[in-house]
């Protein structure tokens, strides 16, 4: 590990001790997410954090992609690899309050992605600033359009040199404290997903409004939450790429779209790896106070089990790791992301029932973190696209 990305995990870890474990606690024992004025953002602000965060670092490095073609860089000294190893560190000790650090988050590859220059400046380097904390989001889900995205059902309409967006979107993250959401629309559904195209659409604008904030099984401690777009006019400076880039047709808005899950997938993976960790450590730590008490046979039940545990760990790591080295290396990834996003979810589901399964019913009491662990692991299966999504993109490539 190069010395930023050790760096960059050490910070996360420390914030992880002394903010995210206790903060991530207190907001699933209420089912209240952390409050938007909580002075722990203010000083996440105030630390420049929302320029270094996950997904974040190209903010600091002049708004650069962060995904340079470096051919010959290891994995250990880039940026997307770095996010992963992040990712997992933050979700060790708490994957809620770690998605709700405030940052571009899920809204930033889009506009990195899609955006052009003077847009990747205006969206993104509000984040450079330390007077208070800063969200973004990202917006592809509707009632009707989950793991089909194509389906999206949200109309663009021109008007002048304005659009003009109607629908309805779901279950996006922060989106109900973010200072603009990059939404998913279609200028005519008969086009299917040539017809998408990505409008940032900006907290003051009217017609735009939140109407939902779900209660979630598990990490609590951000909001996801549901909004309308009524007759919500969007400058057309805010089509993100502007209409050029979607009159290349190798460019469409869903192709753009599927592009940044390549980047964010490894990542959301990543997540489980550290909650899977952190039930590990709680087994591991199981066993050795609690074991030696009973017979020699479960003793050496409970040491398979841990093995296992931790090979599964183990390869979902490197999983994630090879996708974003892959990428940071500017060669093609989409495989390798959902490989790890379908290996990933399911196998840290696994080591988290298997360290319940190595507690028994000390294991389910709301005392055990592990509890709570069990009902957080379950949404990285889901973000991003299922496991049966990622099977079926497997296998195209595959075959
Ligand atoms: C906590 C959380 C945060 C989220 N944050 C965001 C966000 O910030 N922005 C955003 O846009 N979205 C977000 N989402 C939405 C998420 O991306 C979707 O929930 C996900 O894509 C699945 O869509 P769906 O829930 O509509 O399930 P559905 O698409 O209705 O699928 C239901 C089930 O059917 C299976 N299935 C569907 N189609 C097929 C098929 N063709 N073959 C085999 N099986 C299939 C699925 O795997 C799943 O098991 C979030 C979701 C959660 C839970």
Not at 10 to 25: A, C, D, M, Q, Y
Request: aromatic share 8%.
């Amino acid at each position: 590990m190069d010395e930023s990305t050790r760096k960059a995990v050490e910070l996360i870890r420390s914030i992880g001790k002394e903010f995210l474990r206790p903060l991530g606690l207190e907001a699933d024992r209420s089912g209240r997410a952390i409050p938007a004025d909580h002075p722990f953002y203010q000083l996440v602000a105030s630390s420049g954090f929302m320029q270094r965060g996950i997904g974040s670092e190209y903010v600091a490095n002049g708004l650069e992609k962060p995904t340079s073609h470096r051919p010959h860089s290891s994995f250990t000294n880039s940026t997307w690899a770095r996010n992963v190893l992040v990712a997992e560190e933050g979700s060790y000790w708490d994957r809620g309050a770690l998605v709700s650090l405030p940052g571009p988050g899920l809204g930033g590859p889009p506009v990195l992605q899609m955006g052009t220059p003077s847009q990747k400046e205006r969206f993104l380097s509000i984040f450079k600033q330390k007077d208070r904390p800063l969200w973004a989001a990202f917006a592809m889900t509707e009632p009707s359009a989950g793991s089909d995205v194509a389906q999206i059902k949200t109309l663009a309409r021109p008007d002048g040199d304005e659009w003009v967006l109607n629908g309805q979107k779901m279950f996006s993250s922060n989106s109900s404290r973010a200072e603009w959401v990059v939404v998913f629309a279609s200028i005519d559904p008969s086009l299917g997903r040539l017809g998408h195209r990505a409008f940032v659409v900006e907290r003051s604008f009217s017609g735009f409004e939140i109407v939902r904030i779900e209660h979630k099984m598990g990490i609590r401690a951000y909001e996801t939450a549901s909004f309308v777009l009524e007759n919500c006019r969007v400058p057309a400076e805010n089509m993100l790429g502007g209409e050029e880039y979607y009159n290349n047709k190798n460019k469409g808005g869903f192709t753009a779209a599927m592009s940044t899950f390549n980047a964010t997938r490894p990542i959301v993976a990543a997540m489980g790896v550290g909650i899977a960790r952190a039930a590990y450590d709680i087994a591991r730590k199981y066993i050795i106070e609690e074991y030696p008490a009973h017979s020699l046979h479960r003793m050496r039940q409970a040491r398979e089990r841990l093995v296992e545990m931790q090979r599964q760990i183990a390869n979902s790591r490197l999983l994630c790791l090879h996708a974003a080295s892959l990428l940071d290396m500017g060669r093609p990834n989409a495989l390798a992301a959902s490989a790890a996003k379908q290996y990933s979810p399911p196998a840290c589901l696994g080591v988290v029932q298997s360290a319940m399964d190595i507690l028994g019913e000390a294991g389910i009491t709301q005392n055990s973190l592990l509890e709570k662990l069990a009902r957080d692991v379950k949404a990285i299966d889901i973000v991003e696209g299922t496991q049966q999504i990622q099977r079926r993109i497997v296998a195209k490539y595959i075959l």
